[in-house]
């Protein structure tokens, strides 16, 4: 499984970005996909995931619950990740992972196998 992801850039406080996940060539019905973030200096963090296509329950950290958004789009294979009222502390590297969740940690980086390659966002005035 190759996970490609983009949508990141440079936006202001208050600002919204749209991040995508897509995977080239395999499905991703069967995997509950995550999003991490990493801001320099400190461990990653992950934000969001939403589970396999049969259920679609989506998970969210207290840091970005009610602004961000994931949903998926099994048909296109890609996952996105709708981030509005972006502010200063958001900026980091996202990633995008895949797994198959067996723990109740839906945020455990040990469940994710495939990861993506890491898009920037940057929110600054």
């Known amino acids: 499984v190759q996970l490609q992801a983009s949508g990141g850039g440079s936006v202001q406080p208050g600002g919204s970005l749209q991040l995508s996940c897509a995977s080239s060539?395999?499905?991703?019905?069967?995997?509950?996909i995550a999003w991490f973030r990493q801001a320099p200096g400190k461990e990653h963090e992950g934000i969001a995931c939403?589970?396999?296509?049969?259920?679609?329950?989506?998970y969210y950290s207290d840091s970005v619950k009610g602004r961000f958004a994931i949903s998926r789009d099994d048909a296109k294979n890609t996952v996105y990740l709708q981030m509005n009222s972006l502010k200063p502390e958001d900026t980091a590297v996202y990633y995008c992972?895949?797994?198959?969740?067996?723990?109740?940690?839906?945020?455990?980086?040990?469940?994710?196998?495939?990861w993506g390659q890491g898009t920037q966002v940057t929110v600054s005035s």
């Open positions: 992972a895949a797994g198959h969740i067996v723990g109740t940690d839906y945020f455990d980086e040990e469940e994710y196998h495939y």
């Open positions: 060539g395999f499905p991703l019905d069967y995997f509950s």
């Open positions: 939403i589970d396999t296509s049969d259920t679609k329950r989506a």
